[in-house]
């Protein structure tokens, strides 16, 4: 199991940025892939950003592209999402995930908030 802990959530206006981190207790090189969901009161856990844990290849929701990008920094077993001119519809639980293998996400952060003002 790889444990994971998110931080960076906070409020913000709209039109403003947040920078979330996520700590995995393990290589993030050895993980397949790291990645970013949400989940806003009353809706399903949706997807957000993914990085491959080897690779730089990156992929995002279309609702984010544009304004946020997914790092890896392998050095310090750290993925990043670094979110610019956030909405009101971005508020949220934001959690970092670990895919151990290709076809899931097995192991998941407690989560961040994050809100935005309009």
């Known amino acids: 199991q790889v444990q994971l802990v998110e931080s960076g959530g906070g409020l913000v206006q709209a039109g403003g940025s947040l920078r979330l981190s996520c700590v995995a207790s393990?290589?993030?090189?050895?993980?397949?892939?790291m990645g970013w969901f949400r989940q806003a009161p009353g809706k399903e856990r949706e997807f957000v950003a993914r990085v491959r844990g080897v690779s730089d290849s990156t992929y995002y929701a279309d609702s984010v592209k544009g304004r946020f990008t997914i790092s890896r920094d392998n050095a310090k077993n750290t993925v990043v999402l670094q979110m610019n001119s956030l909405k009101p519809e971005d508020t949220a639980v934001y959690y970092c995930a670990a895919a151990r293998q290709l076809g899931a996400y097995d192991d998941w952060g407690q989560g961040t908030q994050v809100t935005v003002s309009s």
């Open positions: 393990r290589r993030t090189a050895s993980i397949y892939a």
